[in-house]
């Protein structure tokens, strides 16, 4: 059965346009609340946990979510603005049922959207958004007012979030002498991060910590780091830690404002594991990994596998292989040995511990991987192109791959959501990556 609603990463639109209206966001209320509710143990109520990032609309939907809940019967903990991952740690540390959380990650405020986490902190079973879809599908009643839900506040959500992160860092070391500009993108970590790294000894510069809700994402965080670069060049700080609008992605910058993604901070965080005597048997990254990030893997004796785009995808196959490091380019990574999802400050503080423990800069660090240059053409096609049957199209890819003689790939995608077709080449030279590139997308029928 196909999902009607849920994407790789919840149910996300544009606030005002159906689904992500107040009526239907109530009914996902109710709908999730029934399928929690049959699970239930015999001991009491159901209880779920929402957190949302710091965009205006999250008062909106935490209202009707709530409604939602409570007419299924289902008891909530409201906790206010917190970091997606910090949701995932909350609802498995606390033994409840789901975590919910409001939020659109990386989009600009006039998006929004709803994601769930199990009782164990993971994404949702595919199973189990399907009843959720099922249950949407039936009209919506209430329970009887003895066994409505109810609702409080969880006021210690940020103090324990706060200490749960600091204990994935190692015991024995501090960041004492290190001076941080820490960028929270004005979202669901703006008063977290920076108390976190504080706390551990760094001098912190904190930017991006004054939401309006309507700033978060804009021209600041993780997909906008120029204003870090910026401000890490002015404060002549040691490192910028870039997060985006929930925290679950990362981006990091050196003193000379070089910025570094996630497919770099992935190989250096596999590497401090080994260094450290664990063992790696392999790595996730995506179909969009870096060659040069595999090739330097390869190098180190560790596997490499790749899943579909989308941090859902990576940690089902880490899952699959019993492994425990997977990521993005965008900076989503995953460590299972400190989380259960993706965490940006979690996934920083590792980072960190593998500077602090060889006394090396993030360069000296990733001074084996040299990253091959990307070219991205997203052509729009003509309605009805069967672009993977397109001899032309074939033709155009192995004219490609032949030029690029092994040291290069060629990766054709469509948008899940549009007629694009994404035309992805990677060269050890620009140039070739630019040109190969090109030569495909021209000859997509537009």
């Known amino acids: 059965m196909t999902r009607q609603y849920f994407g790789t990463d919840g149910i996300r639109g544009e606030v005002g346009k159906f689904p992500i209206v107040p009526d239907f966001v109530m009914r996902l209320g109710y709908a999730a609340g029934q399928v929690l509710a049959k699970s239930a143990d015999a001991h009491g109520k159901p209880t779920v946990l ?52 409001i939020s659109a990650s990386h989009n600009p405020y006039h998006d929004n959207g709803i994601k769930f986490f199990s009782a164990n902190g993971d994404k949702l079973d595919d199973a189990v958004e399907l009843q959720i879809e099922a ?26 979030y706060i200490e749960f992160c600091k204990s994935t860092f190692p015991n024995h070391l501090n960041l004492h002498g290190l001076k941080v500009v820490v960028d929270c993108a004005h979202g669901a970590a703006y008063h977290i991060a920076p108390h976190v790294f504080h706390e551990l000894g760094a001098e912190v510069v904190a930017i991006g910590v004054h939401p309006n809700g309507k700033n978060i994402n804009d021209k600041v965080g993780a997909t906008s780091p120029q204003a870090l670069i910026e401000k890490v060049k002015e404060e002549g700080a040691d490192l910028g830690i870039a997060l985006d609008g929930d925290a679950d992605r990362l981006q ?38 870096n060659l040069a990030v595999e090739k330097a893997l390869f190098a180190e004796g560790i596997e490499f596998q790749r899943a579909k785009v989308g941090d859902r995808y990576v940690l089902e196959q880490l899952k699959e292989k019993g492994w425990v490091l997977g990521g993005e380019g965008s900076g989503h990574l995953i460590c299972l040995d400190k989380h259960t999802t993706g965490d940006g400050i979690v996934a920083a503080l590792q980072v960190l511990s593998a500077m602090k423990q060889t006394n090396k800069t993030l360069e000296q660090l990733l001074e084996k991987v040299k990253l091959f240059p990307q070219t991205l053409v997203n052509v729009r096609y003509q309605k009805g192109y069967e672009w993977q049957s397109d001899e032309r199209m074939k033709n155009a890819v192995k004219l490609a791959e032949k030029e690029l003689n092994g040291a290069g790939r060629v990766l054709i995608r469509a948008s899940g959501t549009e007629p694009l077709l994404r035309v992805m080449v990677e060269a050890e030279h620009a140039d070739m990556a630019k040109d190969q590139a090109h030569k495909i997308a021209s000859v997509i029928p537009v």
Do not use: W
């Not at 299924?72 to 606390?94: K, W």
């Open 252 to 289: 990091l910058v050196d003193r000379s404002g070089r910025l570094f993604n996630g497919d770099e901070l992935l190989y250096l965080i596999a590497m401090a594991r080994k260094r450290a005597g664990d063992t790696v048997q392999g790595v996730v990254g995506t179909l969009m990994t």
């Open 50 to 101: 929402i957190g949302k990032d710091t965009r205006v609309s999250g008062y909106l939907l935490e209202a009707a979510l709530e409604a939602g809940f409570s007419a299924a019967g289902v008891d909530v903990m409201l906790c206010g603005p917190m970091p997606t991952p910090a949701i995932a740690y909350l609802t498995r540390a606390l033994r409840l049922s789901a975590g919910v959380v």
């Open 135 to 160: 249950a949407l599908a039936e009209p919506m009643s209430c329970v009887d007012s003895a066994h409505l839900g109810k609702a409080k506040r969880l006021d210690d959500a940020t103090g324990r």
